[in-house]
Protein backbone atom coordinates (compact mmCIF):
# COMPACT_ATOMS: atom_id res chain seq x y z
CA UNK A 1 0.00 0.00 0.00
CA UNK A 2 1.12 3.63 -0.68
CA UNK A 3 2.43 5.51 2.03
CA UNK A 4 1.88 8.96 3.43
CA UNK A 5 3.44 11.41 0.99
CA UNK A 6 4.97 13.47 4.38
CA UNK A 7 7.28 9.83 4.55
CA UNK A 8 9.10 10.93 0.89
CA UNK A 9 12.03 13.02 0.98
CA UNK A 10 12.43 15.14 -2.30
CA UNK A 11 15.49 17.68 -3.10
CA UNK A 12 16.25 19.80 -6.09
CA UNK A 13 19.87 20.57 -5.78
CA UNK A 14 20.24 22.44 -9.32
CA UNK A 15 23.66 21.52 -10.36
CA UNK A 16 25.05 17.98 -12.03
CA UNK A 17 28.14 18.23 -9.83
CA UNK A 18 25.84 18.54 -6.48
CA UNK A 19 23.62 15.34 -7.28
CA UNK A 20 26.07 13.08 -8.35
CA UNK A 21 28.24 13.92 -4.90
CA UNK A 22 25.17 13.43 -2.90
CA UNK A 23 24.68 10.05 -4.88
CA UNK A 24 28.23 9.60 -3.66
CA UNK A 25 28.20 10.43 -0.13
CA UNK A 26 24.99 7.82 0.26
CA UNK A 27 25.27 5.01 -2.30
CA UNK A 28 21.75 3.71 -2.69
CA UNK A 29 19.97 6.43 -0.46
CA UNK A 30 19.02 8.92 -3.27
CA UNK A 31 16.86 7.71 -5.79
CA UNK A 32 17.36 10.02 -8.95
CA UNK A 33 14.05 11.32 -10.56
CA UNK A 34 13.73 13.11 -14.23
CA UNK A 35 10.43 13.17 -15.53
CA UNK A 36 9.08 11.03 -12.95
CA UNK A 37 7.06 9.28 -15.60
CA UNK A 38 8.13 6.03 -14.14
CA UNK A 39 9.04 7.10 -10.96
CA UNK A 40 5.36 8.13 -9.81
CA UNK A 41 3.92 5.14 -11.75
CA UNK A 42 6.03 3.18 -8.95
CA UNK A 43 5.17 5.43 -6.26
CA UNK A 44 1.59 5.43 -6.58
CA UNK A 45 1.73 1.40 -6.71
CA UNK A 46 4.27 1.60 -3.47
CA UNK A 47 7.40 -0.31 -4.98
CA UNK A 48 9.81 3.07 -5.28
CA UNK A 49 12.94 1.38 -3.83
CA UNK A 50 13.73 4.55 -2.56
CA UNK A 51 11.68 7.59 0.05
CA UNK A 52 14.68 9.63 -0.79
CA UNK A 53 14.34 11.39 -4.27
CA UNK A 54 17.14 13.51 -5.56
CA UNK A 55 15.31 15.90 -8.91
CA UNK A 56 17.55 15.92 -11.96
CA UNK A 57 14.62 17.04 -14.13
CA UNK A 58 15.89 20.03 -16.44
CA UNK A 59 20.10 20.00 -15.30
CA UNK A 60 21.51 22.02 -17.58
CA UNK A 61 24.29 19.40 -18.48
CA UNK A 62 21.38 16.79 -19.29
CA UNK A 63 19.94 18.87 -21.39
CA UNK A 64 22.25 19.66 -23.87
CA UNK A 65 22.36 18.25 -27.36
CA UNK A 66 26.07 18.61 -28.99
CA UNK A 67 26.20 18.13 -32.56
CA UNK A 68 29.87 17.24 -33.37
CA UNK A 69 31.14 16.13 -36.57
CA UNK A 70 31.41 12.30 -35.97
CA UNK A 71 28.26 11.90 -33.36
CA UNK A 72 25.29 13.76 -31.82
CA UNK A 73 25.09 13.47 -27.99
CA UNK A 74 22.13 14.01 -26.62
CA UNK A 75 21.61 14.71 -23.01
CA UNK A 76 19.87 12.07 -21.09
CA UNK A 77 17.47 14.64 -19.54
CA UNK A 78 16.35 15.60 -23.17
CA UNK A 79 12.26 14.65 -23.31
CA UNK A 80 10.77 12.58 -26.42
CA UNK A 81 9.08 16.31 -27.27
CA UNK A 82 13.09 17.87 -27.46
CA UNK A 83 13.69 14.64 -29.60
CA UNK A 84 10.75 15.49 -32.13
CA UNK A 85 11.73 18.92 -32.02
CA UNK A 86 14.94 18.79 -33.19
CA UNK A 87 15.82 18.40 -36.81
CA UNK A 88 19.15 16.57 -36.75
CA UNK A 89 17.56 13.85 -34.88
CA UNK A 90 14.69 13.87 -37.34
CA UNK A 91 16.91 14.04 -40.23
CA UNK A 92 19.51 12.03 -39.38
CA UNK A 93 17.79 9.97 -36.55
CA UNK A 94 14.59 9.04 -37.40
CA UNK A 95 14.39 6.27 -35.80
CA UNK A 96 14.47 7.98 -32.46
CA UNK A 97 12.39 10.87 -33.34
CA UNK A 98 9.45 8.25 -34.88
CA UNK A 99 9.85 6.18 -31.25
CA UNK A 100 9.98 9.38 -29.50
CA UNK A 101 6.32 10.32 -30.93
CA UNK A 102 5.06 6.82 -29.98
CA UNK A 103 5.79 7.06 -26.80
CA UNK A 104 2.81 7.46 -24.48
CA UNK A 105 0.66 10.81 -25.41
CA UNK A 106 1.81 14.30 -25.63
CA UNK A 107 1.76 14.85 -21.96
CA UNK A 108 3.87 12.18 -21.10
CA UNK A 109 6.40 13.49 -23.84
CA UNK A 110 6.80 16.67 -22.43
CA UNK A 111 8.31 15.12 -19.20
CA UNK A 112 9.46 11.24 -20.23
CA UNK A 113 13.31 11.18 -20.75
CA UNK A 114 15.65 9.39 -22.96
CA UNK A 115 18.12 8.40 -19.76
CA UNK A 116 14.72 7.59 -18.31
CA UNK A 117 13.26 4.99 -20.40
CA UNK A 118 17.13 3.81 -20.65
CA UNK A 119 17.61 2.88 -17.03
CA UNK A 120 13.90 2.30 -16.43
CA UNK A 121 15.02 -0.68 -18.38
CA UNK A 122 11.96 -1.96 -20.00
CA UNK A 123 12.45 -4.76 -22.42
CA UNK A 124 9.02 -3.20 -24.19
CA UNK A 125 10.79 0.73 -24.53
CA UNK A 126 10.24 2.01 -27.43
CA UNK A 127 13.34 4.21 -28.16
CA UNK A 128 15.52 1.33 -26.96
CA UNK A 129 15.82 -0.81 -30.26
CA UNK A 130 16.58 2.88 -32.28
CA UNK A 131 19.74 2.95 -29.74
CA UNK A 132 20.57 -0.43 -30.56
CA UNK A 133 20.47 0.16 -34.15
CA UNK A 134 22.43 3.12 -34.25
CA UNK A 135 25.05 1.45 -32.03
CA UNK A 136 24.88 4.47 -29.43
CA UNK A 137 27.06 4.70 -26.59
CA UNK A 138 26.35 5.91 -22.87
CA UNK A 139 28.63 8.49 -21.19
CA UNK A 140 27.68 7.83 -17.15
CA UNK A 141 29.26 10.48 -14.77
CA UNK A 142 29.98 10.28 -11.33
CA UNK A 143 32.36 12.12 -8.33
CA UNK A 144 35.14 9.75 -10.48
CA UNK A 145 34.37 11.53 -13.67
CA UNK A 146 33.04 10.32 -16.86
CA UNK A 147 32.61 6.75 -18.74
CA UNK A 148 31.33 5.92 -21.89
CA UNK A 149 29.69 2.24 -22.38
CA UNK A 150 28.39 1.03 -25.52
CA UNK A 151 24.64 1.41 -25.38
CA UNK A 152 24.48 -2.81 -26.24
CA UNK A 153 26.26 -3.57 -23.07
CA UNK A 154 24.06 -1.61 -20.69
CA UNK A 155 21.58 -3.84 -20.02
CA UNK A 156 22.63 -7.09 -18.32
CA UNK A 157 19.12 -8.96 -18.11
CA UNK A 158 15.61 -8.38 -16.51
CA UNK A 159 15.50 -4.61 -15.27
CA UNK A 160 19.36 -5.20 -14.64
CA UNK A 161 21.95 -2.50 -15.63
CA UNK A 162 25.31 -1.68 -15.77
CA UNK A 163 24.99 1.39 -14.14
CA UNK A 164 26.75 1.85 -10.40
CA UNK A 165 24.40 3.24 -7.46
CA UNK A 166 26.11 6.58 -7.69
CA UNK A 167 26.34 7.75 -11.47
CA UNK A 168 24.21 9.27 -13.62
CA UNK A 169 23.55 8.49 -17.42
CA UNK A 170 24.89 12.13 -18.64
CA UNK A 171 24.48 11.58 -22.57
CA UNK A 172 23.44 9.96 -25.13
CA UNK A 173 25.83 9.16 -28.18
CA UNK A 174 25.09 8.46 -31.88
CA UNK A 175 27.72 8.07 -34.26
CA UNK A 176 26.91 9.60 -37.82
CA UNK A 177 28.25 6.69 -39.80
CA UNK A 178 24.60 5.68 -41.33
CA UNK A 179 23.20 9.08 -42.45
CA UNK A 180 22.76 7.34 -46.09
CA UNK A 181 21.21 4.13 -44.84
CA UNK A 182 17.84 2.60 -45.02
CA UNK A 183 15.73 3.14 -41.96
CA UNK A 184 12.81 1.31 -40.93
CA UNK A 185 10.81 1.15 -38.10
CA UNK A 186 7.16 -0.27 -36.77
CA UNK A 187 5.54 -0.39 -33.34
CA UNK A 188 3.10 -3.27 -33.10
CA UNK A 189 0.41 -3.18 -29.92
CA UNK A 190 -3.10 -2.54 -29.56
CA UNK A 191 -2.49 1.42 -31.61
CA UNK A 192 0.49 3.31 -31.41
CA UNK A 193 0.51 5.72 -28.93
CA UNK A 194 -0.73 5.13 -25.10
CA UNK A 195 -0.03 1.97 -25.47
CA UNK A 196 2.95 -1.35 -24.62
CA UNK A 197 4.27 -2.51 -27.41
CA UNK A 198 3.78 -6.38 -28.41
CA UNK A 199 7.10 -6.00 -30.60
CA UNK A 200 8.82 -3.30 -31.98
CA UNK A 201 11.50 -2.83 -34.21
CA UNK A 202 13.89 -0.70 -35.53
CA UNK A 203 16.72 -1.17 -37.96
CA UNK A 204 19.00 0.05 -40.42
CA UNK A 205 21.03 -1.27 -43.94
CA UNK A 206 23.23 -0.05 -46.70
CA UNK A 207 22.63 -1.70 -50.19
CA UNK A 208 24.81 -1.85 -53.04
CA UNK A 209 23.46 -2.69 -56.15
CA UNK A 210 20.85 -5.33 -54.61
CA UNK A 211 23.61 -6.88 -51.94
CA UNK A 212 23.45 -6.09 -48.31
CA UNK A 213 26.42 -4.38 -47.08
CA UNK A 214 25.97 -3.64 -43.77
CA UNK A 215 22.76 -4.15 -41.86
CA UNK A 216 21.26 -3.87 -38.18
CA UNK A 217 18.28 -5.13 -36.75
CA UNK A 218 16.97 -4.67 -33.38
CA UNK A 219 13.87 -5.98 -31.48
CA UNK A 220 12.09 -4.43 -28.17
CA UNK A 221 9.37 -6.85 -26.41
CA UNK A 222 10.84 -10.28 -27.61
CA UNK A 223 13.31 -11.13 -24.98
CA UNK A 224 14.45 -10.10 -21.07
CA UNK A 225 16.43 -6.88 -22.98
CA UNK A 226 15.98 -5.33 -25.99
CA UNK A 227 17.47 -7.74 -28.41
CA UNK A 228 20.25 -6.76 -31.22
CA UNK A 229 19.06 -9.68 -34.00
CA UNK A 230 22.69 -10.44 -34.95
CA UNK A 231 22.14 -13.97 -36.58
CA UNK A 232 20.06 -12.56 -38.90
CA UNK A 233 22.56 -9.68 -39.74
CA UNK A 234 24.76 -12.47 -40.52
CA UNK A 235 22.85 -14.18 -42.58
CA UNK A 236 21.84 -11.51 -44.73
CA UNK A 237 25.13 -9.46 -44.81
CA UNK A 238 26.83 -10.01 -48.32
CA UNK A 239 23.57 -11.40 -50.00
CA UNK A 240 21.32 -10.03 -52.75
CA UNK A 241 18.10 -9.02 -51.20
CA UNK A 242 15.45 -10.96 -53.05
CA UNK A 243 12.78 -13.11 -52.17
CA UNK A 244 14.93 -16.35 -52.04
CA UNK A 245 16.54 -14.68 -48.53
CA UNK A 246 13.29 -13.68 -47.00
CA UNK A 247 11.87 -17.26 -45.95
CA UNK A 248 16.18 -17.80 -44.63
CA UNK A 249 15.55 -14.33 -42.62
CA UNK A 250 12.39 -14.88 -41.23
CA UNK A 251 13.36 -18.24 -39.44
CA UNK A 252 16.57 -16.77 -38.54
CA UNK A 253 15.08 -14.24 -36.33
CA UNK A 254 12.10 -16.42 -35.31
CA UNK A 255 14.91 -18.82 -33.78
CA UNK A 256 16.81 -15.99 -32.20
CA UNK A 257 14.08 -14.39 -30.41
CA UNK A 258 13.22 -15.05 -26.42
CA UNK A 259 9.87 -13.84 -26.23
CA UNK A 260 7.36 -14.51 -23.16
CA UNK A 261 3.53 -15.18 -23.23
CA UNK A 262 2.04 -12.07 -20.84
CA UNK A 263 -0.76 -10.32 -20.49
CA UNK A 264 -0.67 -8.32 -24.18
CA UNK A 265 0.40 -11.28 -26.20
CA UNK A 266 1.74 -14.77 -26.34
CA UNK A 267 5.43 -15.95 -27.05
CA UNK A 268 3.93 -17.91 -30.59
CA UNK A 269 2.52 -14.61 -32.05
CA UNK A 270 5.56 -12.16 -30.93
CA UNK A 271 8.31 -14.43 -32.60
CA UNK A 272 5.81 -14.82 -36.31
CA UNK A 273 5.36 -10.95 -35.67
CA UNK A 274 9.51 -10.57 -35.57
CA UNK A 275 9.94 -12.82 -38.59
CA UNK A 276 7.15 -10.91 -40.76
CA UNK A 277 8.60 -7.20 -39.67
CA UNK A 278 12.02 -8.41 -40.45
CA UNK A 279 10.23 -9.88 -43.77
CA UNK A 280 8.50 -6.29 -44.45
CA UNK A 281 11.83 -4.77 -43.61
CA UNK A 282 13.85 -6.44 -46.28
CA UNK A 283 11.01 -6.19 -49.03
CA UNK A 284 11.32 -2.45 -48.36
CA UNK A 285 14.44 -1.80 -48.58
CA UNK A 286 14.28 -4.68 -51.92
CA UNK A 287 11.75 -1.76 -53.13
CA UNK A 288 13.76 1.01 -51.97
CA UNK A 289 11.02 2.82 -49.60
CA UNK A 290 11.40 4.32 -46.73
CA UNK A 291 8.94 3.99 -43.60
C1 LIG B 1 0.98 7.06 -19.36
C2 LIG B 1 2.35 6.53 -19.70
C3 LIG B 1 2.56 6.06 -20.99
C4 LIG B 1 3.83 5.57 -21.34
N1 LIG B 1 4.02 5.10 -22.61
C5 LIG B 1 5.22 4.62 -22.97
C6 LIG B 1 5.44 4.14 -24.30
O1 LIG B 1 4.56 4.13 -25.15
N2 LIG B 1 6.69 3.66 -24.61
C7 LIG B 1 7.71 3.65 -23.68
O2 LIG B 1 8.82 3.22 -24.01
N3 LIG B 1 7.53 4.10 -22.41
C8 LIG B 1 6.32 4.59 -22.04
N4 LIG B 1 6.13 5.05 -20.76
C9 LIG B 1 7.24 4.97 -19.81
C10 LIG B 1 8.02 6.29 -19.53
O3 LIG B 1 7.36 7.44 -19.96
C11 LIG B 1 9.42 6.25 -20.12
O4 LIG B 1 10.15 5.13 -19.64
C12 LIG B 1 10.21 7.56 -19.76
O5 LIG B 1 11.19 7.68 -20.74
C13 LIG B 1 10.86 7.61 -18.39
O6 LIG B 1 11.57 8.84 -18.28
P1 LIG B 1 11.40 9.76 -16.99
O7 LIG B 1 12.31 10.93 -17.18
O8 LIG B 1 10.00 10.04 -16.70
O9 LIG B 1 12.03 8.77 -15.89
P2 LIG B 1 11.81 8.73 -14.27
O10 LIG B 1 10.47 8.23 -14.00
O11 LIG B 1 12.15 10.10 -13.73
O12 LIG B 1 12.94 7.73 -13.92
C14 LIG B 1 12.87 6.38 -14.32
C15 LIG B 1 14.10 5.65 -13.77
O13 LIG B 1 15.26 6.11 -14.42
C16 LIG B 1 16.20 6.67 -13.49
N5 LIG B 1 16.81 7.79 -14.21
C17 LIG B 1 16.15 8.74 -14.94
N6 LIG B 1 17.05 9.50 -15.59
C18 LIG B 1 18.29 9.04 -15.25
C19 LIG B 1 19.62 9.43 -15.60
N7 LIG B 1 19.89 10.44 -16.45
N8 LIG B 1 20.65 8.73 -15.07
C20 LIG B 1 20.42 7.70 -14.23
N9 LIG B 1 19.19 7.29 -13.86
C21 LIG B 1 18.14 7.97 -14.37
C22 LIG B 1 15.38 7.02 -12.26
O14 LIG B 1 16.17 6.97 -11.08
C23 LIG B 1 14.35 5.89 -12.28
O15 LIG B 1 14.91 4.71 -11.76
C24 LIG B 1 4.88 5.54 -20.37
C25 LIG B 1 4.63 6.01 -19.06
C26 LIG B 1 3.39 6.50 -18.73
C27 LIG B 1 3.16 6.98 -17.31
Known amino acids: MRSDPADYQMVALGRLQDVVALLAAEPGTWLPIAGGTDVMVQYAAGT ?63 RGTLGGNIVN ?33 FHTGYKKTKLASD ?24 RNAQAISKVCIAAVADIAGKVIQDVRIAVGSVAPIPLRLSQTEKTVTGKPVEPSLFALAKKTAM ?31 SAGKQR
Open 121 to 153: ASPAADSLPALLAYEAQLILVSVRGERRLPYVD
Open 255 to 285: AETRPIDDIRSTARYRAAVVGNLVVEFLEKL
Open 48 to 110: LPSRKLVSIWNLPELRRIDVLPHELCVGAGCTYTDLREQEIVRNEFSLLATAASWTGGIANQN
Open 167 to 190: ELIRAVCLPRRVSGYFSYTRKVGA
